[in-house]
């Protein structure tokens, strides 16, 4: 697999891009200006500063350590996450995605360490010689983040504000809320409280995107995938159930009304100390901090593919905000079309998913997790033995650690992992790595419908499979949405109830594993 590693900043390109005030380089840096001592995204519209006034930092945490705050202006922890930790597959990648989905709250610093099989020293002297700031400052950075959306858009006391953001102390939330926004958390609180009928635990958040970014046809590619009683579509909004560390969420996304590059996502949580964890994993399973530029840049220049990038430029690659969860609902997909994958995996929930304490809409479960599944009895779901048996074992292998999907997998690692188990082929383990794992450079061997695509455009699998590196995932979407429209074919703006898409056949596997 490639591997591609962002060199050090280049002081000079980025200056350019905050004299160009471009949204595109937003999330990638951050700009810190001494006379002020604020740190801004790129595309700040304040007075561009000095050459000479400016420090460039990888992340907010960096720039917060140096003692700079946030621009209360360009809000600059509001920005898309950096494409280069979805990219790349080395140790502190993977540290950072976990951090993201909240490892750190949950299990600290020796917890992440252990998790990515190093000890604290090692990991923060990569992390540090990397990035200038250690895991805890990392975490820090993003509790800050979360403390801020609930300070903006809820009217729980600051007292809950802290802890569901994962502070430790009421004095290390002010400290930090001080230090970050050089306000306190009170004067932080600016929009008027919400109305007092507001349900409990329930947000709603915009979560931004590089543009270009076609929402609706990313809510419509899950849509057509959904699962009853775990997912829902109406033809706008796409419903799901979160499996979160603290208890079962539904999330609600929808295309932001203006058109511009976001989702809205309202949120109902069991707990407000999952929201960051909930965020990450949206965020993950919309593919919403990919670098839209520079995949099109690549694919865009390849003959075959030019015409499909010009036609849906931007285009992603939709997730799920669970690993584990993707891999087995991959192994029931086997032969089978999409309406009768939904089907199995439908079966599966009242057997071993975990039941929401009040159904929501038509919302009732979790997905099972791996440890329920392993003990499962699955002989009603209408698998012949031999899926069953895969289910098992895979199920068994998440659940005593031989397999990890999660943030922080070493995807070379899990890859082999999955092989290793009866009845997953290569084109599961892939399918595995590009929705599941989120690995951009990843293709399907002997998918049906990119062999149909393929055809159409004069290639051959063994051509295309060594061809659009590293972003070999993308290239696999344009082709699928040739070979089956429905799937990507976006709704018509001025229908009012537009119609969920009919099911195509799925692709499949070259033989049965």
Known sequence: MLVVVTPLLDAERCYRAVAGRDARFDGWFFTAVRTTGIYCRPSCPARTPKPANVSFFGTAAGAQAAGYRACRRCRPDAVPGSPEWDVRADVVARAMR?????????????????????????????????????????????????????????SLPMADVAFAAGFASIRQFNDTVREVFAVTPTELRRRPAPASGATPGELTLRLAARAPYDAAEVLLFLGAHAVPGLEEWDGRTFSRVLDLPHGPGVVRLSPAPDGSAAVVARLQLAELRDLGTAVSRCRRMLDLDADPMAVDTVLGTD??????????????????????????????????????????????????????????????????????????????????????????????AMADGGLALDPGADRDEAGRALLGVRGVGPWTAALVALRGLADPDVWLPGDLALRRSLATLGSTDAEAAGRWRPWRSYAVMHLWALAAPSLFTRPTPSARSPRPPATVPAPSERSAS
Not at 114 to 137: C, D, F, M, T, W
Not at 349 to 364: E, F, R, S
């Open 303 to 396: 003959p075959a593919l030019a015409d499909l990038v010009a036609g849906a430029p931007g285009r992603r690659v939709p997730g799920s905000p669970d690993g584990p969860e993707l891999a087995i609902r991959a192994v029931l997909g086997q032969q089978v079309s999409v309406a009768g994958a939904r089907t199995l995996t439908a079966r599966l929930l009242p057997a071993a998913g975990v039941p929401l304490a009040a159904p929501v809409g038509t919302l009732t479960h979790a997905f099972p997790r791996p440890g329920a599944l392993a003990a499962a009895d699955l002989s009603t779901v209408g698998l012949t033995g031999a899926r069953r048996a895969t289910v098992h074992a895979l199920a068994a």
């Open 98 to 154: 976990l951090i993201s989905d909240g490892e750190v709250e949950r299990s600290g610093v020796p917890g992440l360490a252990r998790r990515l099989g190093y000890s604290e020293r090692q990991l923060h002297r990569l992390i540090v010689g990397e990035l200038g700031v250690g895991p805890l400052a990392l975490a820090r950075a993003q509790r800050a983040q979360t403390a801020r959306l609930l300070i903006e858009t809820t």
